[in-house]
């Protein structure tokens, strides 16, 4: 690996060309037991659209779909749109499946985006693993949530300590395209107006803190 490849890991950098992004789990029957469950779903479609926008692979999965159901079609901007990535059913906790890693082999990416549910179980197991393959990990805090908010707490504390970085859907998305003059820039910055004029919660819940309150969710994340 150069040292410019290395510098780009340690510090986290987005590249379009070395970036997938993972969709974990976002399925019907999870949609109103999620705590903030319709800003996670805001945010997957936002995320969803950017992959589009910059021609970014996506891999979707889902747990047991049998039971609980097929990915969320407002997860995306067109519902037709899911029948252009993978879509994998699975029953094992984290997203590396044989499956998902044949798709992540032949990708031959370094920078994992990841969103979805549940951060304690599925999103944090997937992220563990990634990590332990040499990978970058990315989470998208805005898209990703569990059924209880302390679960969700701890989970994104313990991937925080074991290497992945934290961000938002949007710093994510303005990272990749690093520039206004990127081909894609008026598409992106469309797709942000219309994502931030619907209700964040976790955005609000922050503006609505005491200020002691921010600085103590904020230095939970600090390690």
């Not at 319709?38 to 926008?53: C, D, G, P, Q």
């Not at 891999?59 to 067109?78: E, L, P, R, S």
């Not at 599925?122 to 990590?131: F, K, Y």
Request: overall charge neutral; proline content about 3%.
């Amino acid at each position: 690996m150069s040292v410019s490849k290395v510098g780009r890991s340690l510090v986290g950098k987005l590249t379009p060309e070395n970036t997938v992004f993972l969709m974990c789990d976002i399925q019907n029957r999870f949609r109103p037991i999620t705590w903030r469950g319709e800003t996670i779903i805001n945010t997957a479609r936002y995320m969803t659209s950017v992959a589009k926008a910059l021609n970014i692979p996506l891999i979707i999965t889902q747990q047991y779909t049998k039971v609980f159901g097929d990915t969320v079609t407002d997860c995306f901007a067109d519902p037709e749109d899911i029948k252009n990535y993978p879509v994998i059913d699975k029953k094992k906790f984290s997203m590396c499946t044989s499956e998902v890693n044949k798709e992540l082999n032949s990708l031959s990416r370094q920078s994992v985006v990841l969103f979805g549910i549940e951060a304690h179980v599925c999103v944090q197991q997937t992220c563990l693993d990634l990590i332990e393959e040499g990978k970058d990990v990315h989470l998208i805090l805005d898209g990703i949530s569990s059924q209880q908010p302390y679960d969700r707490e701890i989970a994104l504390q313990r991937m925080a300590n074991s290497g992945a970085f934290l961000t938002t859907a949007q710093s994510a998305a303005f990272m990749l395209m690093q520039s206004a003059d990127h081909a894609d820039f008026k598409t992106v910055s469309k797709l942000t107006v219309e994502h931030m004029k619907l209700s964040n919660e976790f955005n609000d819940a922050m503006k609505d803190a005491s200020p002691t309150a921010k600085k103590q969710k904020l230095d939970n994340y600090s390690g």
